[in-house]
Nanobody, 128 residues
Framework: QAQLVESGGGLVQTGGSLRLSCAAS????????MGWFRQAPGKEREFVAA????????YYADSVKGRFTISREIAKNTVYLQMNSLKYEDTAVYYC?????????????????????WGQGTQVTVSS
């Protein structure tokens, strides 16, 4: 059964960096767009970033643009989220998700209901 497993979360000070990884197993996500979402306590899950299956198209939430970078290694079936200049308000559980399969190499979505596969989440805590 296909599954996604996130790693790389932890505790970091304001201004610090973390890199999250999402490894796909049990199936191929080579034609899937991949996304990162997050959910803070008491808040709804929100979109963070997405990347097309080709890697040629990316999209970010305004709140993370310029600070976060999404990338993928197709051969390793892994997606990354490099998070720099972290802020207290970035504290949340971060989820990796897969959306597809797509025929178009550059299709991506920021809609939660577009994504069919989800990881279990990894906690990111930014101390002020």
């Amino acid at each position: 059964q296909a599954q996604l497993v996130e790693s790389g979360g932890g505790l970091v000070q304001t201004g610090g960096s973390l890199r999250l990884s999402c490894a796909a197993s049990g199936g191929t996500f080579s034609r899937f767009a991949m996304g990162w979402f997050r959910q803070a306590p008491g808040k709804e899950r929100e979109f963070v970033a997405a990347i097309s299956w080709s890697g040629g198209n990316t999209y970010y939430a305004d709140s993370v643009k310029g600070r976060f970078t999404i990338s993928r290694e197709i051969a390793k079936n892994t997606v990354y989220l490099q998070m720099n200049s972290l802020k207290y308000e970035d504290t949340a559980v971060y989820y990796c998700a897969a959306d597809g399969p797509y025929g178009s190499r550059n299709s991506i979505s920021d809609r939660i209901d577009s994504y069919d596969y989800w990881g279990q989440g990894t906690q990111v805590t930014v101390s002020s």
